[in-house]
């Protein structure tokens, strides 16, 4: 019985374990891009007039516009002083700036405009846009909010405006902005993206999926969108469709290491295990996350799916010169496998090379214990117990089948000892307490 109430609280923490494995990664898919508008000549007549003095330089503006010649009408434009300068000339040195992509200078020259007209809506508009290149997506959305409030009458804004309230994470604001651009293109697929990115973003799954079902009727073939989908169905805990969704998508070639991982995770838990196996030895060819197979595979081993596992096993061979600490717990998993299916001798073996590869491979110490233990070598045991009891990642583990041990031998106030100790280590763990005060009892009663 003391087994039982020592190893409790730490199986229940195992399950948990299991339980969470699909939920340490998510679907990672593209956000939406940001298209800039282009200069052009008709930006002018949108502006306040050039002042008399700028008026002589009309046509050198215009012929320099139309002839796409933007560098040197900057370079030309930027010698004019500024103080007698119209917001209408600042506002076209801002738009030559950002479009040579001197993000510093356009935000120089449509502040400047702003400050001559401070009712200049599309001077707000641009400064909206070098602010969102220059990674100031909140300042950028309040310009693009005030361009609009002046009456700038470009759809375009509504998704610049969405575009910054995604990178500023306001996906709620990027959603309704989205959808005002998508009135005046309602058949733009780029807005469509963005759209169904930021709904997913905001956790608007159905609208999510009612927009992605009219995006895959026309572009079935499109793997972004099946990945959408599956995040959408996900969320609404729909599993089996979520997985169909993501497989469509590696069929489609999805090769993010991390999509294919949680593909393989949700068949391991919810899909086909066979097919898990499959995704995870690709997984292993690659290299890309051997620490996940490794769990994989041992929570295969946990789920008594020898078959599976042992398959699994098969497919992830090591060349020789492999870091030890993989190689050591490729061992591990070998004899884990070999100790449930009853072969001990194999499963001693095996730890024993893992810990050959790596002495501090907590898992294979405790293992090895485990099998010291039911050979009845019981001293051995207790050695490898102590090492393990110095590596924290299992030191509570290893602390606690110590004490067992103790308790086996008789050797309570030993075991009392060790359980404190445990104790000390992880207060956190009642099922801890309940046991010293068992062994207190024990203790006190041997030495009345």
Excluded at 28 to 45: R, V, Y
Aim: hydrophobic content about 45%; overall charge neutral.
């Amino acid at each position: 019985m003391m087994k039982y109430f020592i190893l409790l609280s730490l199986l229940i923490s195992q399950v948990l374990v299991n339980q969470s494995l699909a939920a340490q990664l998510v679907i990672k898919f593209d956000e939406p891009k940001l298209l800039l508008q282009q200069i052009s000549a008709t930006d002018l007549s949108a502006m306040p007039s050039l002042n008399e003095a700028e008026q002589s330089q009309q046509k050198l503006i215009s012929d320099k516009l139309n002839n796409a010649q933007y560098a040197d009408l900057l370079a030309t434009l930027k010698q004019r002083p500024k103080a007698d300068m119209s917001a209408a000339m600042a506002y076209l040195i801002g738009q030559l700036a950002l479009q040579q992509q001197q993000l510093s200078l356009g935000a120089d020259y449509f502040t400047h405009a702003i400050k001559l007209q401070t009712n200049f809506g599309k001077a707000y508009h641009g400064l909206g846009l070098v602010q969102l290149q220059s990674d100031n997506p909140i300042a950028a959305t309040k310009n693009f909010a005030k361009a609009l409030q002046l009456g700038v009458n470009d759809p375009q804004i509504y998704s610049f405006l969405g575009y910054g309230y995604i990178q500023s994470e306001h996906f709620h604001s990027a959603v309704v902005a989205y959808q005002q651009a998508k009135l005046f293109n309602p058949d733009d697929a780029q807005l469509n993206q963005a759209l169904l990115y930021a709904y997913n973003m905001a956790g608007h799954h159905d609208a999510a999926l009612s927009l992605l079902e009219q995006m895959l009727n026309a572009t079935p073939n499109d793997k972004g969108l099946w990945l959408h989908r599956a995040n959408a169905l996900l969320k609404k805990d729909q599993f089996s469709q979520g997985i169909a969704s993501l497989e469509a998508a590696i069929r489609l070639g999805e090769s993010n290491a991390d999509n294919l991982a949680l593909t393989a995770q949700l068949q391991l838990q919810h899909g086909s295990i066979n097919r898990a196996r499959t995704l995870y030895a690709r997984i292993w060819q690659t290299q890309t996350n051997a620490p996940l197979v490794f769990e994989a595979c041992e929570y295969l081993i946990a789920n008594q799916e020898f078959d599976a596992a042992k398959a699994l096993l098969k497919k992830m061979s090591l060349p020789k010169n492999s870091p030890h600490g993989v190689q050591s717990q490729l061992a591990y998993l070998k004899g884990l496998l070999a100790q449930q299916q009853g072969s001990i001798a194999l499963a001693a073996r095996s730890f024993e090379q893992a810990l050959s590869f790596n002495g501090v491979n907590g898992k294979a110490l405790l293992a090895l214990a485990a099998v010291k233990r039911s050979q009845q070598q019981s001293h051995q045991a207790q050695m490898l117990l102590l090492r393990a009891g110095a590596l924290d990642e299992v030191k509570l583990q290893a602390l606690t089948e110590h004490a067992d041990l103790m308790m086996a031998l008789g050797r309570y106030p030993k075991a009392l000892e060790l359980l404190q100790q445990a104790a000390d280590f992880a207060p956190q763990e009642p099922s801890l307490f309940e046991n010293i005060q068992i062994l207190q009892r024990l203790v006190r009663q041997g030495s009345a």
